[in-house]
């Protein structure tokens, strides 16, 4: 399976920032590519991505489910599509913790995006608390079915799953390859239940959680894991190439 490397530079970067970012990026970037890497910029920069490589995709870190109306601050499917926006990071756990984004509200931003042909990265994954008492697989149970619920098994090539497990995000902390290992198992088992074995083989999933070049090796090495969301160490240029190389 082809990799996936998606960048989630959250709320950081200027527009005078992230354009010298693009030059370092084109710059340096390795001849023989053979993955798939989106950065997802803040909304205001997303009309730079027009200056990136053209074989890196851009993408945006959220979106309103509903198509236009009296969202004041929101930004629609198609305003994203508007400046050449490929994908989509729904349901992170920042906008589930900070911006009360439900379940059922990610399960209707999914469709939408997937309506407007953007590609999902649905975000899931369990807290401290809920590994320590044991509920990560009813945790990721319940996330992946709501967030999937009215999904025919042909859109779900439109959506890749990362596993960040909330305790990871930004902490410097890494979970061990047995946890990775354990919650891509229970995310495929999901899928094979609600759809087809078929479609839990060909489902795309990432790591994302305090991942950086020096852990990135092993992190892909772990059976079925395809790629990586990568928040604060994609924000240096030279250091997210060296995890996408
Ligand atoms: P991190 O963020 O790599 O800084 O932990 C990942 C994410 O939030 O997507």
């Not at 990721?140 to 009215?150: D, F, R």
Request: proline share 2%; glycine share 8%.
């Amino acid at each position: 399976m082809k990799k996936i490397f998606v960048a989630n530079f959250k709320m950081n970067k200027t527009n005078p920032e992230v354009l010298d970012y693009i030059q370092e990026l084109n710059n340096h970037l390795p001849e023989s590519l053979s993955s798939d890497v989106c950065l997802c910029l803040p909304y205001t920069s997303l009309c730079l991505g027009k200056f990136l490589d053209e074989r890196i995709a851009v993408g945006a870190q959220n979106m309103h489910e509903e198509d236009f109306g009296p969202f004041t601050g929101e930004i629609s499917a198609d305003m994203l599509c508007c400046l050449g926006v490929k994908y989509v990071i729904i349901g992170h756990s920042e906008r589930r913790k900070y911006f009360n984004e439900t379940n059922e509200k990610i399960n209707k931003k999914i469709k939408t995006a997937l309506r407007h042909g953007l590609k999902v990265v649905l975000c899931v994954g369990e807290t401290k608390v809920q590994r320590n008492s044991k509920r990560t697989t009813e945790i990721l149970s319940q996330q992946i079915e709501s967030a999937l619920s009215g999904i025919f098994e042909n859109e779900l090539k439109g959506i890749i799953i990362a596993y960040e497990p909330v305790w990871a995000i930004g902490t410097g902390k890494v979970a061990s390859s047995e946890d990775i290992e354990e919650a891509v198992k229970t995310i495929r088992k999901l899928i094979s239940s609600h759809y087809s074995k078929q479609a839990a083989q060909d489902q795309k999933i990432l790591y994302g959680g305090s991942l950086t070049s020096g852990t990135a090796k092993s992190i892909l090495k772990i059976d079925g894991i395809c790629g990586a969301l990568v928040g604060g160490a994609s924000l240096d240029p030279n250091e997210f190439i060296k995890i996408i190389s």
